[in-house]
Every structure is written in C-alpha cells, then in structure tokens.
C-alpha cells in the first residue's frame, strides 16, 4: 500500500538519486546526465523551505515531487517516478496528491517546465501546453512549458 508524506531533510540524496535515475530513463547521453545531477540537485534547503512530498511502497521511495513557491508562480520544481514504477499509476497517484495540495495552498495555476518525452504525462492530467522554454540542461534543447490550472 502505498503512503504519501511530506520528505524530510535527509532525504535529499534519496531524492537527487530517484531523481537521476528516473530522468535516465529517457536514454539521455552520460553528459546530459552529468549536468541534470548538479542541475536538479534536491537539497536539504529546498525541502526545508518548499512543499515537497515522497511517495512510499514498503517503506522504501517510489516518487517524489517539490513545489516551487517563492519565485513568482508556482511552479513544479520535481515530479519523479522510481523508473521501475513508471506506467503503473504511481505517477497518477503522486499528481492527485499534488492537485490535492495546491488547493489546499490556495494555487489557482501551476506551471510546469517539462522534457517533450514528459510532457505527455502532464497533458493527460490536464496540463495545457503554454510555450517552449530553452532547456537549463543543455543549450538548444527545447523544453516544454505547461499550465495546470488547479479548479480552486
């Protein structure tokens, strides 16, 4: 059965390395890997500051995902599936909880900065395609910008 709550602190190097290994799954080349580690790095300060919820199966982490507030809008900063646990409705679960959230904190509208090969997630939820944004992880890659718009 799985359990979702609020990620503790020293949990951040579990969630950096679900985080890597979930965005391996794509089949990006090593050197893109190596810049999304120092990139997408979870620290213990983010989690600290910042909504950030795991999701657990026998105790161990099968998804996380980090909400962004002080910068503007809210944005997702981190959704991650175990990349074993990809298409098996993890994913579907972790999002309900986040919509959950959002309207509790009273987000009316979530952005998502997404990998093209993610991004069709996102639009099955509801997302709704808004732009295309330079990727941080590498130069004169496109990534997708999403609006979900929370019903609260």
């Known amino acids: 059965m799985a359990v979702i709550r609020r990620a503790r602190p020293e949990e951040a190097e579990i969630l950096s390395a679900l985080a890597v290994d979930s965005e391996a799954y794509w089949g990006y080349a090593p050197e893109y890997m ?3 580690k120092t990139i997408y790095r979870v620290t213990a300060g983010f989690i600290k500051e910042n ?3 795991v ?3 026998s105790g161990q982490v099968q998804g996380f ?5 002080g910068n503007g809008e809210p944005a ?3 959704f991650y599936i175990a990349r074993e646990r990809i298409g098996r ?3 579907t679960l972790l999002w309900k909880h986040l919509v959950e959230k959002c309207r509790e904190l009273g987000i009316r509208e979530l952005v998502i900065i997404a990998a093209p090969e993610a991004a069709g997630f996102y639009k099955r939820m509801g ?3 808004a732009g295309e944004l330079e990727s941080r992880v590498l ?8 609006v979900y718009t929370t019903g609260c």
Request: no cysteine; glycine share 12%; hydrophobic share 50%.
């Open 34 to 36: 190596e810049r999304f």
């Open 51 to 53: 909504p950030v919820y």
């Open 55 to 57: 999701l657990l199966e």
């Open 65 to 69: 995902y980090g909400l962004l507030l």
């Open 76 to 78: 997702l900063e981190y």
């Open 89 to 91: 409705g993890y994913g």
């Open 127 to 129: 997302a709704v395609a």
């Open 139 to 146: 130069a004169g890659r496109k990534v997708v910008r999403l």
